[in-house]
């Protein structure tokens, strides 16, 4: 996989480094519209995850906290980056971290749900679609 722009390749493993808005970029040739990384209050996500389900022909994903939430953003620093969520796909549920409550990471989990798939290609142009549908409807 490639940057569209520059054509340097592109490891969906080092997704920190990637940008995903309609096709996967390299953190050089594009950013995320401000508004997909703003803080959102738990019950907007959870609308969100409902609406990205319905549209893509999901089951719906059911959205917890971490059952030891911790308001202060420190608990979810590992020395390197912040844990912003988790899938799981059994049950199918995803948690996300206050440090992730923006759109998205709640795009990022939900590719892993949509797609069954930890950080592959497959799963990277998942979530490059699903952060250009939420654009496209912000
Ligand atoms: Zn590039
Ligand atoms: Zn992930």
């Given at each position: 996989?490639?940057?569209?722009?520059?054509?340097?390749?592109?490891?969906?493993?080092?997704?920190?480094?990637?940008?995903?808005?309609?096709?996967?970029?390299?953190?050089?040739?594009?950013?995320?519209?401000?508004?997909?990384?703003?803080?959102?209050?738990?019950?907007?996500?959870?609308?969100?995850?409902?609406?990205?389900?319905?549209?893509?022909?999901?089951?719906?994903?059911?959205?917890?906290?971490d059952p030891d939430y911790l308001?202060?953003?420190?608990?979810?620093?590992?020395?390197?980056?912040?844990?912003?969520?988790?899938?799981?796909?059994?049950?199918?549920?995803?948690?996300?971290?206050?440090?992730?409550?923006?759109?998205?990471?709640?795009?990022?989990?939900?590719?892993?749900?949509?797609?069954?798939?930890?950080?592959?290609?497959?799963?990277?142009?998942?979530?490059?679609?699903?952060?250009?549908?939420?654009?496209?409807?912000?």
């Open positions: 996989m490639n940057c569209p722009k520059c054509d340097k390749t592109l490891e969906p493993d080092r997704h920190g480094q990637l940008i995903f808005d309609g096709q996967v970029w390299c953190e050089d040739c594009h950013r995320y519209d401000d508004r997909l990384l703003e803080r959102r209050s738990f019950q907007d996500l959870e609308t969100w995850a409902q609406r990205l389900c319905r549209a893509f022909g999901q089951e719906p994903v059911h959205l917890r906290r308001p202060d953003p420190r608990k979810y620093w590992d020395g390197a980056t912040f844990l912003l969520g988790e899938a799981f796909h059994e049950p199918r549920c995803l948690m996300l971290h206050p440090p992730g409550h923006q759109l998205m990471s709640l795009c990022h989990e939900l590719a892993h749900l949509f797609t069954g798939q930890d950080h592959t290609e497959a799963w990277a142009r998942n979530f490059a679609t699903l952060v250009a549908w939420v654009k496209m409807r912000l």
